[in-house]
C-alpha cells in the first residue's frame, strides 16, 4: 500500500475564491463552508463556501433585474456573442489549470484530461459553438388565410432567470452545456453546482466575470442541494430550472417547478445497454464499454454502458475480454500520469456501490471479478476494484438500477429480438449501443432501441450534436441547436 499527496499540486494551481459570485461581485458564504476533500488522498484540498437561503435570494435577484432591466438581453446579438467568445477564449487559455482543478476536485486522472469530453478543450468549445448560434436560430413567416393579416411571423426569446444545477462527475463540460446556451438566448443565470466539485466551477466563473458579463447577468452560488438548490428551484422568480444529476433528485425539481408551470429540463441517469453481436468486432466493443466502465471516471459516468447483452454465440468470449480489461484499471495519484481510473467520488458512494455488488450476488449474479477494494491499491482513497457480474437476471435490481461505478453486469441473448426487448425493458433510456459489422441491423435496430442516443460501433459527444434522455433518463436536449431551444420561447405576431 502507497501513501499519496495532491498537496504539491495544489499549491502549484491557480485556486478560484472560496466564495460566492452574486451580482458581479464575490461575496463570502453566509453558511459555514464545507471541506472538500480529496477522493484518492483524502487530504482537505478547498473550503467550499456555502451559500444560505438569503444568499441565493440575492443571486435570483440579481438575475431577476438584470433580465428585466440589464442590457445583457437587449444587447445587440454580435456583442453578446463576442462575449460568449471570449469565455471560450479565456477557458482555452486556462485549460491547464482548469484540468489541473478538475482532478483536485474529483479526481479524474491526468492521464484522461485529454480526451476530448473530459477535459477543458470542451467546454470552450461549447461556448464557442453557442457564440455561433446566436444569429443563427432564427423564426418563420407563415401563409396567412385572412388577407387583412397580410403577415405572420415567429421570433424566439429568452425564457427570463435560468437556474442551471450541476452533478460533479463532469463539472466543466456540464456547466459548459447549461450556461453557453442559456447566456447565449440572452437569459440571465444562476447556477449552483455540485458542493462535491467546487474547484472548477468556481474558476469558470472567474472566468466570466473576466469577460466582462454585465452584473447580475451570471451567478454562482455553491452549497448542498438542500437548502441551496432547494431554495434556487423553488424561487418562483426563476424561470427556468436545467437540472444534470440524479433521477430521484429530478423528479422532485420537476414537481416543484411544474407546479408553477415552470419550464424544466433534466438529463438524468443510465442503465445504457450495449448490444454484441457474433459478427462485432470484440475487442473494440469492449474496449468502448469497458473502458467508460473501469478506466477515466470509473463508471461515475451517465452514458456508462452498464449492461453488456452479448450473443450467445460470444457471451464467453466477451465475458473473458471484459474480465481482462479489468487489469488496465490502475488507482492512485490522479496526477501520476500512470493511473488511468479515479475513486469513488465519496466513502458513502463508495459503500453504497459495494451493497449494491453483494445484493447482485444475493440476487443470484456470478462473481468474474473485482468486487471489493483493489487490491494492493493506495492506502487511502474510495477505490472500488472493475467488477465484473455475469448470468445477470435483467429484471434483478443490479440490472434495472444504475449503480455508478466501476460494475458491468453481463446478459445473454439468442437473437435480435430478445436483445431489443432486453434493452428495451428499463426504466432509463439514455445511450445505447449497438456492435455489428452489419449496417442494416445497426440501424433497424437504432430505431427500435428507446434511448436518446444510440451509438453504433463507437460513441462520442460532440457540441453541436443533440444529447439527451427518453423515459426516465430526462426530458429536453443539450447541445446543437436543440440545446439553445431550451433557453427560447418561441412569440408568433400576426401582422394587420
Ligand atoms: P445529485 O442528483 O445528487 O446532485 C446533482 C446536483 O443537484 C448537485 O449540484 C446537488 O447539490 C443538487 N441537488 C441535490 N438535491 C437537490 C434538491 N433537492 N434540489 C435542488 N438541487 C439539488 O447527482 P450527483 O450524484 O451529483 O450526480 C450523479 C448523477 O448525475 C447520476 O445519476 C448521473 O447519471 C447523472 N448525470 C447525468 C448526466 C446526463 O447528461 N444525463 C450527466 C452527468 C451525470
Known amino acids: 500500500m502507497t501513501a499519496i ?163 460533479w462527475n463532469a463539472p466543466m463540460s456540464l456547466f459548459a452545456q447549461k450556461v453557453a446556451p442559456a447566456l447565449a438566448a440572452g437569459c440571465t443565470v444562476v447556477a449552483k453546482p455540485s458542493e462535491l466539485s467546487p474547484l472548477v466551477s468556481l474558476r469558470l466563473a472567474e472566468l466570466i466575470a473576466e469577460a466582462d458579463i454585465p452584473p447580475g447577468t451570471f451567478n454562482l452560488v455553491t452549497g448542498p442541494g438542500d437548502p441551496v438548490g432547494t431554495a434556487l428551484v423553488g424561487d418562483a422568480r426563476v424561470d427556468k430550472v436545467s437540472f444534470t444529476g440524479s433521477r430521484t433528485v429530478g423528479a422532485g425539481i420537476a414537481s416543484a417547478v411544474g407546479a408553477r408551470i415552470g419550464r424544466v429540463s433534466l438529463e438524468l441517469g443510465g442503465k445504457s445497454p450495449a448490444l454484441i453481436f457474433p459478427d462485432a468486432d470484440v475487442g473494440m466493443a469492449v474496449g468502448i464499454a469497458a473502458g467508460n466502465a473501469f478506466l477515466g471516471l470509473s463508471g461515475q459516468v451517465c452514458v456508462c454502458q452498464s449492461r453488456i447483452l452479448a450473443h450467445r454465440d460470444v457471451y464467453e468470449e466477451v465475458v473473458n475480454a471484459i474480465t481482462g480489461f479489468a487489469a488496465a484499471a490502475t488507482f492512485g495519484d490522479p496526477f501520476d500520469p500512470g493511473v488511468t481510473a479515479a475513486p469513488m467520488i465519496s466513502p458513502q458512494h463508495r459503500d453504497r456501490v459495494l ?99 444510440v451509438g453504433v460501433n463507437c460513441w462520442t459527444l460532440q457540441p453541436h450534436i443533440p444529447f439527451g434522455g427518453v423515459k426516465q433518463s430526462g426530458i429536453g436536449r443539450e447541445n446543437g441547436r436543440p440545446g439553445i431551444l431550451e433557453y427560447l420561447d418561441m412569440k408568433t405576431t400576426f401582422l394587420g
Open 5 to 167: 499527496s495532491v498537496l504539491n499540486k495544489l499549491a502549484t494551481a491557480t485556486l478560484p475564491p472560496a466564495r460566492l459570485f452574486v451580482n458581479g461581485s464575490w461575496i463570502e458564504g453566509s453558511a459555514e463552508p464545507i471541506p472538500h476533500i480529496h477522493p484518492a488522498t483524502g487530504e482537505r484540498v478547498f473550503n467550499t463556501p456555502v451559500a444560505d437561503v438569503s444568499t441565493v435570494d440575492e443571486a435570483v435577484t440579481a438575475a431577476r433585474a438584470a433580465f428585466d432591466d440589464g442590457p445583457w438581453p437587449r444587447m445587440v446579438g454580435r456583442e453578446r456573442a463576442r462575449v460568449v467568445r471570449r469565455i471560450a477564449e479565456l477557458i482555452r487559455h486556462d485549460a491547464d489549470n482548469l484540468n489541473t482543478l478538475l482532478s483536485l476536485d474529483n479526481s479524474t486522472p491526468s492521464s484522461f484530461v485529454g480526451f476530448y469530453q473530459m477535459g477543458a478543450e470542451y467546454p470552450a468549445d461549447v461556448f464557442d459553438s453557442y457564440a455561433g448560434w446566436i444569429d443563427k436560430v432564427t423564426g418563420e413567416t407563415y401563409p396567412q388565410w385572412d388577407p387583412s393579416q397580410p403577415v405572420t411571423y415567429s421570433t424566439y426569446e429568452p425564457v427570463g432567470v435560468a437556474a442551471v444545477i450541476t452533478p
Open 355 to 453: 451493497d449494491r455488488i453483494e445484493a447482485a450476488l444475493r440476487d443470484g449474479a456470478r462473481l468474474a471479478v473485482g468486487g471489493g477494494r483493489p487490491e494492493g491499491g493506495p492506502a487511502t482513497g474510495n477505490f472500488v476494484a472493475p467488477t465484473v457480474l455475469v448470468d445477470v437476471d435483467n429484471s434483478t435490481t443490479v440490472a434495472r438500477e444504475e449503480i455508478f461505478g466501476p460494475v458491468l453486469c453481463v446478459i445473454p441473448f439468442d437473437d435480435e429480438d430478445e436483445a431489443v426487448r432486453l434493452a428495451n425493458d428499463n426504466p432509463y433510456g439514455l445511450a445505447a449501443a449497438v456492435y455489428t459489422k452489419d449496417m442494416g441491423r445497426a440501424i433497424r435496430l437504432s430505431r427500435a432501441l428507446r434511448a436518446g442516443n
